[in-house]
Protein backbone atom coordinates (compact mmCIF):
# COMPACT_ATOMS: atom_id res chain seq x y z
CA UNK A 1 0.00 0.00 0.00
CA UNK A 2 1.31 3.85 -0.83
CA UNK A 3 -0.10 6.74 0.46
CA UNK A 4 1.45 10.45 0.32
CA UNK A 5 1.79 11.40 4.16
CA UNK A 6 -0.63 14.06 4.39
CA UNK A 7 -2.92 13.69 1.92
CA UNK A 8 -6.89 13.69 2.52
CA UNK A 9 -6.67 10.62 -0.18
CA UNK A 10 -3.94 9.09 1.69
CA UNK A 11 -5.55 9.39 4.92
CA UNK A 12 -9.29 8.28 3.81
CA UNK A 13 -7.38 4.91 2.07
CA UNK A 14 -5.54 4.92 5.41
CA UNK A 15 -8.94 4.87 7.38
CA UNK A 16 -10.37 2.14 5.74
CA UNK A 17 -7.04 0.11 6.27
CA UNK A 18 -7.47 1.12 9.84
CA UNK A 19 -11.00 -0.54 9.87
CA UNK A 20 -10.07 -4.19 7.67
CA UNK A 21 -9.07 -6.99 9.34
CA UNK A 22 -9.50 -6.10 13.22
CA UNK A 23 -12.77 -8.08 13.32
CA UNK A 24 -13.16 -7.68 17.55
CA UNK A 25 -12.20 -4.14 19.42
CA UNK A 26 -11.23 -6.20 22.96
CA UNK A 27 -14.44 -4.78 24.40
CA UNK A 28 -14.50 -7.86 26.58
CA UNK A 29 -11.58 -7.16 28.25
CA UNK A 30 -10.80 -5.68 31.69
CA UNK A 31 -11.51 -1.93 31.22
CA UNK A 32 -9.77 0.88 31.78
CA UNK A 33 -9.58 2.98 34.98
CA UNK A 34 -8.25 6.49 34.13
CA UNK A 35 -7.30 7.35 37.43
CA UNK A 36 -8.20 11.03 36.34
CA UNK A 37 -6.77 13.85 38.23
CA UNK A 38 -9.33 16.42 40.03
CA UNK A 39 -10.74 18.66 37.63
CA UNK A 40 -10.16 16.73 34.40
CA UNK A 41 -13.00 14.89 32.36
CA UNK A 42 -12.93 11.52 30.71
CA UNK A 43 -11.55 11.67 27.28
CA UNK A 44 -13.26 10.73 24.46
CA UNK A 45 -12.65 7.17 23.42
CA UNK A 46 -13.47 5.97 19.59
CA UNK A 47 -16.26 3.19 20.31
CA UNK A 48 -14.08 0.83 18.05
CA UNK A 49 -11.17 0.87 20.10
CA UNK A 50 -12.75 0.90 23.80
CA UNK A 51 -10.10 1.48 26.33
CA UNK A 52 -8.80 -1.88 28.25
CA UNK A 53 -6.03 -2.78 30.82
CA UNK A 54 -4.67 -5.06 28.15
CA UNK A 55 -4.86 -2.64 25.36
CA UNK A 56 -2.65 -0.07 26.94
CA UNK A 57 -0.48 -2.72 28.42
CA UNK A 58 0.20 -3.82 24.92
CA UNK A 59 0.52 -0.29 23.49
CA UNK A 60 2.94 0.87 26.17
CA UNK A 61 5.02 -2.51 25.50
CA UNK A 62 4.86 -1.90 21.57
CA UNK A 63 5.28 2.35 22.20
CA UNK A 64 8.96 0.98 23.55
CA UNK A 65 9.83 -1.16 20.99
CA UNK A 66 12.46 -0.44 18.16
CA UNK A 67 11.46 -3.83 15.84
CA UNK A 68 8.66 -1.13 15.07
CA UNK A 69 11.36 0.66 12.89
CA UNK A 70 12.47 -1.09 9.84
CA UNK A 71 16.33 -1.17 10.70
CA UNK A 72 15.45 -1.39 14.59
CA UNK A 73 17.48 1.34 15.55
CA UNK A 74 14.39 3.48 17.01
CA UNK A 75 11.22 2.86 18.59
CA UNK A 76 8.08 5.23 19.09
CA UNK A 77 10.06 6.50 22.63
CA UNK A 78 12.85 7.54 20.72
CA UNK A 79 10.76 10.84 19.29
CA UNK A 80 8.70 11.08 22.36
CA UNK A 81 11.14 10.93 25.96
CA UNK A 82 9.15 10.53 29.26
CA UNK A 83 11.77 13.06 30.88
CA UNK A 84 10.74 15.58 28.24
CA UNK A 85 6.68 14.93 28.58
CA UNK A 86 7.34 12.42 25.34
CA UNK A 87 8.69 15.19 22.78
CA UNK A 88 12.74 14.64 21.92
CA UNK A 89 15.11 17.89 22.94
CA UNK A 90 15.55 18.72 19.40
CA UNK A 91 14.78 21.55 17.18
CA UNK A 92 13.56 19.13 14.78
CA UNK A 93 13.41 15.38 14.62
CA UNK A 94 15.96 12.69 12.76
CA UNK A 95 14.17 8.99 11.78
CA UNK A 96 15.50 6.40 12.06
CA UNK A 97 16.99 6.13 8.65
CA UNK A 98 18.54 9.52 9.76
CA UNK A 99 16.19 11.42 7.56
CA UNK A 100 16.29 15.30 9.41
CA UNK A 101 12.78 16.49 9.78
CA UNK A 102 11.14 19.98 8.92
CA UNK A 103 8.88 19.78 12.14
CA UNK A 104 9.72 20.15 16.02
CA UNK A 105 8.30 16.60 17.97
CA UNK A 106 5.11 17.63 20.06
CA UNK A 107 4.41 16.15 22.97
CA UNK A 108 2.15 13.36 24.22
CA UNK A 109 0.83 14.47 27.58
CA UNK A 110 -2.92 14.49 27.76
CA UNK A 111 -2.99 13.86 23.81
CA UNK A 112 -6.31 11.86 24.28
CA UNK A 113 -7.89 15.67 24.76
CA UNK A 114 -6.78 17.11 21.47
CA UNK A 115 -8.72 17.48 18.45
CA UNK A 116 -6.15 17.47 15.82
CA UNK A 117 -2.95 15.51 16.06
CA UNK A 118 0.02 17.36 14.23
CA UNK A 119 1.20 20.74 13.85
CA UNK A 120 -1.21 21.15 10.82
CA UNK A 121 -3.10 18.46 9.75
CA UNK A 122 -7.13 18.73 10.50
CA UNK A 123 -7.91 15.68 8.70
CA UNK A 124 -5.96 13.35 11.45
CA UNK A 125 -8.41 13.30 14.54
CA UNK A 126 -7.85 9.99 15.37
CA UNK A 127 -4.62 8.53 16.85
CA UNK A 128 -5.74 5.44 15.67
CA UNK A 129 -4.90 6.93 11.71
CA UNK A 130 -1.92 8.97 12.99
CA UNK A 131 0.12 6.32 14.26
CA UNK A 132 -0.07 5.26 10.46
CA UNK A 133 2.65 8.24 9.51
CA UNK A 134 5.12 7.26 11.62
CA UNK A 135 5.21 3.88 10.83
CA UNK A 136 4.50 3.80 7.14
CA UNK A 137 5.01 7.68 6.23
CA UNK A 138 7.46 8.64 4.07
CA UNK A 139 7.53 12.34 3.20
CA UNK A 140 9.21 12.29 6.00
CA UNK A 141 10.83 8.75 7.17
CA UNK A 142 9.89 8.57 10.45
CA UNK A 143 10.07 4.36 11.59
CA UNK A 144 10.60 3.01 7.93
CA UNK A 145 8.23 0.97 7.04
CA UNK A 146 6.66 2.38 3.88
CA UNK A 147 5.32 -0.52 1.56
CA UNK A 148 6.53 -2.91 3.69
CA UNK A 149 3.64 -3.53 6.15
CA UNK A 150 4.25 -7.44 5.65
CA UNK A 151 7.20 -7.12 6.81
CA UNK A 152 6.39 -5.47 10.18
CA UNK A 153 3.47 -7.99 10.57
CA UNK A 154 5.64 -11.23 10.41
CA UNK A 155 8.32 -10.02 12.72
CA UNK A 156 5.49 -9.13 15.11
CA UNK A 157 3.75 -12.72 14.50
CA UNK A 158 7.18 -14.40 15.25
CA UNK A 159 7.49 -13.55 18.79
CA UNK A 160 5.50 -15.69 20.46
CA UNK A 161 4.83 -13.55 23.94
CA UNK A 162 3.69 -10.60 21.94
CA UNK A 163 1.62 -12.65 19.80
CA UNK A 164 -0.16 -13.75 22.51
CA UNK A 165 -0.65 -10.37 24.18
CA UNK A 166 -2.15 -8.92 21.15
CA UNK A 167 -4.49 -11.90 21.27
CA UNK A 168 -5.25 -11.02 25.33
CA UNK A 169 -5.90 -7.91 24.07
CA UNK A 170 -7.91 -8.26 21.15
CA UNK A 171 -9.63 -11.72 21.87
CA UNK A 172 -12.47 -11.46 19.17
CA UNK A 173 -10.05 -10.46 16.29
CA UNK A 174 -9.79 -12.52 13.24
CA UNK A 175 -6.41 -11.69 12.84
CA UNK A 176 -4.58 -10.53 16.46
CA UNK A 177 -1.74 -8.96 15.40
CA UNK A 178 -2.57 -6.86 12.36
CA UNK A 179 -2.26 -3.31 11.24
CA UNK A 180 -5.84 -2.55 13.15
CA UNK A 181 -4.49 -4.00 16.07
CA UNK A 182 -1.12 -2.43 16.28
CA UNK A 183 -2.44 1.07 15.93
CA UNK A 184 -5.65 0.85 18.66
CA UNK A 185 -2.53 -0.58 20.73
CA UNK A 186 -0.60 2.27 20.39
CA UNK A 187 -3.12 4.84 20.38
CA UNK A 188 -4.60 3.49 23.81
CA UNK A 189 -1.56 3.78 25.52
CA UNK A 190 -0.83 7.14 24.03
CA UNK A 191 -4.49 7.86 25.49
CA UNK A 192 -3.14 6.74 28.62
CA UNK A 193 -0.56 9.14 29.20
CA UNK A 194 -2.58 11.64 31.65
CA UNK A 195 -0.93 14.47 33.12
CA UNK A 196 -2.66 16.24 35.79
CA UNK A 197 -0.34 16.49 39.20
CA UNK A 198 1.59 20.34 38.82
CA UNK A 199 1.71 22.42 41.56
CA UNK A 200 -0.68 24.12 39.64
CA UNK A 201 -3.12 21.40 39.87
CA UNK A 202 -2.33 21.06 43.12
CA UNK A 203 -3.33 24.49 43.81
CA UNK A 204 -6.28 25.13 41.59
CA UNK A 205 -8.07 21.79 42.06
CA UNK A 206 -6.58 20.45 44.98
CA UNK A 207 -6.91 23.34 47.55
CA UNK A 208 -3.42 23.55 48.51
CA UNK A 209 -2.61 27.16 49.27
CA UNK A 210 0.97 26.90 49.29
CA UNK A 211 1.48 24.71 46.56
CA UNK A 212 2.08 27.40 43.94
CA UNK A 213 4.76 30.15 45.15
CA UNK A 214 3.53 34.11 45.38
CA UNK A 215 5.99 34.64 42.43
CA UNK A 216 4.06 31.75 40.54
CA UNK A 217 0.55 33.30 41.09
CA UNK A 218 1.39 36.81 40.13
CA UNK A 219 2.71 35.21 36.81
CA UNK A 220 -0.63 33.60 36.93
CA UNK A 221 -2.87 36.45 37.34
CA UNK A 222 -0.34 37.89 34.06
CA UNK A 223 -1.32 34.60 31.99
CA UNK A 224 -4.38 34.93 32.73
CA UNK A 225 -5.11 39.05 31.96
CA UNK A 226 -5.97 41.34 28.94
CA UNK A 227 -2.88 42.41 28.42
CA UNK A 228 -0.82 39.14 27.66
CA UNK A 229 -3.93 37.20 25.96
CA UNK A 230 -2.25 33.78 26.51
CA UNK A 231 -5.34 32.48 27.50
CA UNK A 232 -7.16 32.62 24.82
CA UNK A 233 -4.85 29.89 22.36
CA UNK A 234 -3.55 28.26 25.64
CA UNK A 235 -7.04 28.17 27.44
CA UNK A 236 -8.96 25.47 29.79
CA UNK A 237 -7.69 22.40 32.32
CA UNK A 238 -4.97 21.77 29.22
CA UNK A 239 -4.03 25.28 28.33
CA UNK A 240 -5.01 24.19 24.81
CA UNK A 241 -8.19 25.34 22.74
CA UNK A 242 -7.83 22.41 20.69
CA UNK A 243 -9.27 20.51 23.05
CA UNK A 244 -12.18 17.70 23.25
CA UNK A 245 -13.30 15.66 25.98
CA UNK A 246 -16.50 12.87 26.59
CA UNK A 247 -18.99 15.87 27.00
CA UNK A 248 -17.41 18.16 24.33
CA UNK A 249 -20.85 18.93 22.19
CA UNK A 250 -18.64 20.08 18.70
CA UNK A 251 -14.76 19.71 18.85
CA UNK A 252 -13.20 22.67 17.51
CA UNK A 253 -9.65 22.73 15.22
CA UNK A 254 -8.32 26.02 15.54
CA UNK A 255 -4.84 26.82 13.90
CA UNK A 256 -3.17 30.39 14.06
CA UNK A 257 -0.22 32.45 12.86
CA UNK A 258 2.06 33.74 15.38
CA UNK A 259 3.91 35.93 13.13
CA UNK A 260 7.03 34.01 13.73
CA UNK A 261 7.57 34.39 9.97
CA UNK A 262 6.97 37.66 7.49
CA UNK A 263 9.63 37.30 4.70
CA UNK A 264 7.71 39.71 2.09
CA UNK A 265 5.62 42.29 4.28
CA UNK A 266 2.57 40.26 3.31
CA UNK A 267 3.29 37.18 5.86
CA UNK A 268 4.79 34.78 3.90
CA UNK A 269 6.27 31.51 5.77
CA UNK A 270 9.21 29.99 4.41
CA UNK A 271 8.49 27.65 1.81
CA UNK A 272 10.06 24.38 3.49
CA UNK A 273 6.34 24.61 6.05
CA UNK A 274 3.84 27.28 5.09
CA UNK A 275 1.92 25.51 7.65
CA UNK A 276 -1.53 24.76 7.04
CA UNK A 277 -2.25 26.32 3.22
CA UNK A 278 -0.57 22.74 2.29
CA UNK A 279 -3.80 21.08 2.62
CA UNK A 280 -6.35 23.56 2.41
CA UNK A 281 -4.62 26.34 -0.33
CA UNK A 282 -6.56 29.20 1.00
CA UNK A 283 -3.92 32.11 1.70
CA UNK A 284 -5.30 32.89 5.20
CA UNK A 285 -4.31 29.64 6.06
CA UNK A 286 -0.03 30.87 5.31
CA UNK A 287 1.16 30.11 8.48
CA UNK A 288 -1.37 28.72 10.60
CA UNK A 289 -0.52 25.84 13.01
CA UNK A 290 -1.99 24.27 15.94
CA UNK A 291 -1.51 25.85 19.49
CA UNK A 292 0.19 23.53 21.34
CA UNK A 293 -0.90 22.42 25.14
CA UNK A 294 1.40 24.23 27.57
CA UNK A 295 1.38 21.50 30.18
CA UNK A 296 5.09 20.57 31.35
CA UNK A 297 5.93 23.27 28.71
CA UNK A 298 9.05 24.21 30.61
CA UNK A 299 10.56 20.59 29.83
CA UNK A 300 9.67 20.64 25.98
CA UNK A 301 12.11 22.61 24.31
CA UNK A 302 12.80 23.95 22.31
CA UNK A 303 9.38 25.73 20.97
CA UNK A 304 7.50 26.92 17.81
CA UNK A 305 6.49 24.27 14.95
CA UNK A 306 10.08 24.14 13.86
CA UNK A 307 12.56 24.25 17.08
CA UNK A 308 13.35 27.74 16.18
CA UNK A 309 12.86 29.22 19.57
CA UNK A 310 15.29 27.93 21.96
CA UNK A 311 14.01 28.96 25.62
CA UNK A 312 10.61 30.24 27.43
CA UNK A 313 12.18 33.54 27.33
CA UNK A 314 12.93 33.58 23.98
CA UNK A 315 9.27 32.86 23.58
CA UNK A 316 8.02 35.47 25.93
CA UNK A 317 10.18 37.72 23.85
CA UNK A 318 8.51 37.08 20.44
CA UNK A 319 4.88 37.26 22.34
CA UNK A 320 6.12 40.71 23.78
CA UNK A 321 7.24 42.28 20.22
CA UNK A 322 4.28 41.03 18.47
CA UNK A 323 5.88 38.39 16.30
CA UNK A 324 9.04 37.86 14.45
CA UNK A 325 8.88 40.08 11.97
CA UNK A 326 8.96 43.65 14.68
CA UNK A 327 11.33 41.66 17.12
CA UNK A 328 14.25 41.24 14.54
CA UNK A 329 13.54 43.89 11.83
CA UNK A 330 11.37 46.36 13.62
CA UNK A 331 9.03 46.28 10.75
CA UNK A 332 5.16 45.71 10.72
CA UNK A 333 3.33 42.92 12.03
CA UNK A 334 2.28 40.54 9.80
CA UNK A 335 -1.25 41.00 8.00
CA UNK A 336 -1.92 37.21 8.60
CA UNK A 337 -1.25 36.85 12.08
CA UNK A 338 -3.39 36.83 15.17
CA UNK A 339 -5.22 39.57 16.33
CA UNK A 340 -4.00 38.40 19.61
CA UNK A 341 -0.46 38.63 18.49
CA UNK A 342 -0.26 42.20 19.25
CA UNK A 343 3.11 43.04 21.72
CA UNK A 344 3.00 43.81 25.16
CA UNK A 345 5.91 45.24 27.81
CA UNK A 346 6.53 43.68 30.69
CA UNK A 347 9.73 44.29 33.53
CA UNK A 348 12.08 42.18 34.27
CA UNK A 349 10.42 41.23 37.19
CA UNK A 350 6.90 40.71 35.42
CA UNK A 351 8.61 38.58 32.89
CA UNK A 352 10.55 36.12 35.67
CA UNK A 353 6.95 35.67 37.15
CA UNK A 354 5.37 34.51 34.07
CA UNK A 355 8.13 32.36 33.31
CA UNK A 356 7.84 30.94 37.01
CA UNK A 357 4.05 29.99 36.33
CA UNK A 358 5.14 28.35 33.12
CA UNK A 359 7.22 26.07 35.57
CA UNK A 360 3.97 25.46 37.79
CA UNK A 361 2.85 23.78 35.49
CA UNK A 362 5.32 20.71 35.38
CA UNK A 363 4.46 17.46 36.75
CA UNK A 364 6.90 16.07 37.61
CA UNK A 365 5.05 12.62 39.07
CA UNK A 366 4.09 12.33 35.12
CA UNK A 367 7.37 12.52 33.91
CA UNK A 368 9.04 9.99 36.36
CA UNK A 369 5.56 7.32 36.67
CA UNK A 370 6.59 3.60 36.37
CA UNK A 371 3.07 2.97 34.59
CA UNK A 372 4.42 5.06 31.21
CA UNK A 373 8.18 3.80 31.00
CA UNK A 374 9.53 1.80 29.31
CA UNK A 375 8.40 -2.55 30.66
CA UNK A 376 11.86 -4.16 29.99
CA UNK A 377 13.03 -1.13 32.79
CA UNK A 378 10.54 -1.42 35.13
CA UNK A 379 7.15 -3.08 35.96
Known amino acids: MTWRVGTRVGLLTALAWLGAGCGGDGSGAETYDWKLPAGFPTPRVPADNPMTEAKVRLGR ?19 HEQARAFTDGRVTSVGSTGHVHRRNAQGL ?35 GFGDREPELLERLRSDAALAAEFQGAFPDAAEPVSVATLTRALASFQRSLISGNSAYDRYIYGNEVDAM ?10 FFSERLECDHCHSGFNFQDAT ?3 TTSEPILPFHNTGLYNEDGQGTYPATDPGLIELTGRAEDMGRFRAQSLRNVAVTGPYMHDGSLETL ?13 R ?53
Do not use: I
Not at 352 to 367: C, G, K, Q
Open 244 to 246: VHE
Open 327 to 379: RVSGGEASPLQSGFVRGFTLTAQEKEDVLAFLESLTDPVFLTDPRFSDPANSP
Open 109 to 143: ANVAYVTSLTWANPALTSLEAQALVPLFGKEPVEL
Open 213 to 222: TRQQKRGMEL
Open 61 to 79: RLFYDVRLSQNGTQSCASC
Open 313 to 325: SDVLDHYAAGGHA
